[in-house]
């Protein structure tokens, strides 16, 4: 783990030592041989177990010494009570003191967790912040996110009036007293983390703040409390446990904070066009923060400057590469640009592959390409130099296709509109009925690849002939996996039989194998070298 970049203060090292002052006498004198103390983190204490001290560097167990019921006895005793969250502290200190209670409500453990002022914490982040844009920090556990809270906190606080609702009193600290380490910003102290939301309500309504700052939103309604908020005007900074974006749009309760989720179905023209089912997933409403920041590490972030914009790609299997800021050992703040994942977004077009005219003589038209079955055999090829190139998928599994090309190494990128495409990937089932689009490629001179059907094995022959690459495996797992795929659509209900393309007698023989092993019946029907399998349930 990286330490923080601020080194340890006096004033640290006297908020540390009030610390280990309510911790039993033996214990006291074990800690402070400790050389590390300065970069303590926590001290774990557990009933019948040796204590446990952890820094950034490691950690340290006192084997010589038995955690009693009466040294814990001792500690609350001195600490103070402890709130519904199961949490206290020490008056004018950032310490959290949180206790493990037994079935009968007893206190058999404590987690007596080291806060510290790190001033400097959100100077990687200040324009952000200070651009009036609502910011949501996301990260693990211990990360960084209520050091780097607190720290934006007091540098807004100097130009605005800033109000922190604080449930737990681990952003300005225990007592009645705020901790210095939040400037000018004013603190509202939460009775109940249930009550947290009417506080957030309450501190809009009676105080008149242009900034909001939350620790921890994690219950649907102070999701909800976060969007009225939001909605009012108000600028938001808040935290949520999650290392990435992703897990906040998995999570259902926090979804909200990025626009939430709902299923929505497509026409079958749109359908065909994106590449996926009919039912598909949508953000339900705008983000309740514009900005998201992912806490890597202490000196590393990444940054989602858009999170309509970041979900919206992330729903469609099309994520974008969020902007990474980190301090390099010139303790310098770098920045490199987010990107979206496939490769070079903004290549150049370059000349259409394969003009010459069809068949029919139609002086426009492009040559449709039909991918075979027996693809090349040999071992890909490093493709790190080749040119990006923009694919646009009529009917053809944009998943699929992001898959094959990410299987292969290859730059494809697939665009939405058929402007911007450099080649086009559909199946023989709609290239047949000529389609507007199939007729507006061919007018625009831009290859056509026909598939014969929507499988991994037709669309990576695709690519590998756009790309002029090998396939990456031989026909016999190109075959095993069509099989084992048609296997899974059968058994989701998504078809009843499946007629796999013709094979040779030792694939078919495997193919049978993978239906029985799935329950499945199967057959083999017409005559070599056509001779293929035919998948399909019992009550068929």
């Known amino acids: 783990m ?87 502290g020490i008056a004018r200190t950032l ?37 009036g844009k609502s910011v949501l920090l996301v990260g693990r556990p211990g990360v960084g996110k209520t050091t780097m809270l607190r720290e934006t906190a007091r540098l807004l606080a100097e ?25 000018r910003a004013r603190r509202m102290q939460v009775p109940t983390p249930s009550q947290q939301h009417e506080v957030m309500i309450e501190a809009v309504e009676n105080h008149n703040p242009e900034v909001i700052v939350i620790d921890e939103i994690g219950r649907e309604l102070e999701a909800q409390a976060a969007r009225t908020i939001a ?23 926090l979804s909200d904070l990025v626009g939430g989720i709902e299923s929505v179905t497509l026409s079958d023209e749109e359908a065909r066009r994106r590449g996926t089912q009919k039912s598909v997933l949508e953000r339900r409403a705008p983000p309740t923060f514009d900005v998201a920041i992912e806490i890597q590490d202490w000196q590393r972030l990444a940054l989602h400057h ?51 005219p069809r068949a029919d003589g139609h002086p426009g038209a492009i040559q449709a390409i039909e991918i075979e079955d027996d693809l090349a055999t040999e071992p890909v090829v490093a493709t790190r130099g080749l040119r990006p190139r923009r694919v646009f998928a009529y009917g053809v599994s944009q998943s699929r296709l992001r898959r094959s090309a990410r299987a292969l190494g290859i730059p494809a990128q697939i665009v939405d509109e058929l402007a911007d495409a450099e080649a086009l990937i559909t199946l023989k089932s709609y290239y047949r009925k000529r389609p507007v689009v199939i007729s507006d490629a061919e007018e625009r ?49 998504a078809r009843t039989a499946i007629e796999l393309p013709p094979r040779d007698a030792e694939v078919r023989r495997r193919q049978h194998d993978l239906a029985r092993s799935a329950n499945l019946l199967s057959l083999s029907r017409g005559k070599e070298p056509h001779r293929r399998v035919r998948i399909f349930r019992a009550d068929v």
């Open 2 to 88: 990286t330490l923080p970049t601020a080194p340890p203060t006096a004033s640290t090292r006297e908020e540390i030592e009030l610390l280990i002052q309510v911790l039993p006498p033996p214990l006291q004198a074990a800690i402070r041989q400790s050389e590390d103390l300065e970069h303590l983190v926590e001290i774990v204490i557990d009933l019948g177990r040796s204590p446990e001290v952890r820094t950034f560097n490691g950690r340290t167990v006192f084997e010589d010494i038995e955690v009693q019921e009466r040294d814990i006895e001792d500690i609350v005793a001195r600490i103070g009570l402890f709130g519904d969250d199961n949490r206290a």
């Open 95 to 131: 310490h959290r003191i949180s206790a493990i209670r037994n079935r009968s409500g007893r206190i058999i453990g404590l987690t007596l967790r080291a806060g510290r002022a790190v001033y400097g914490t959100a100077e990687i982040v200040r324009d952000v912040i200070e651009s």
């Open 159 to 183: 130009h605005k009036r800033v109000v922190i609702v604080d449930t737990s009193n681990e952003i300005a600290g225990d007592g009645d007293i705020p901790h210095a380490a939040i400037g």
């Open 231 to 253: 909605e009012r005007g108000v600028q938001l900074i808040g935290t949520a446990h999650g290392n990435t974006l992703e897990n906040l749009t998995m999570n259902p309760t």
């Open 306 to 356: 858009d999170v309509g914009r970041a979900m919206d790609a992330l729903l469609r299997e099309r994520p974008l590469a969020p902007e990474i800021r980190y301090v390099g050992e010139d303790e310098q703040v770098h920045i490199e640009p987010g990107t979206p994942l496939a490769p070079a977004m903004r290549a150049t077009p370059s000349p259409p592959r394969r003009t010459q």
């Open 445 to 493: 001179r831009i290859p056509i690849f026909v598939l014969r059907s929507n499988t991994y094995a037709q669309i990576e022959g695709a690519l590998a002939d756009l790309f002029e690459v090998p396939a990456l495996e031989d026909p016999q797992e190109n075959a095993l996996r069509e099989t084992r795929e048609a296997i899974n659509a059968i058994l989701s209900g």
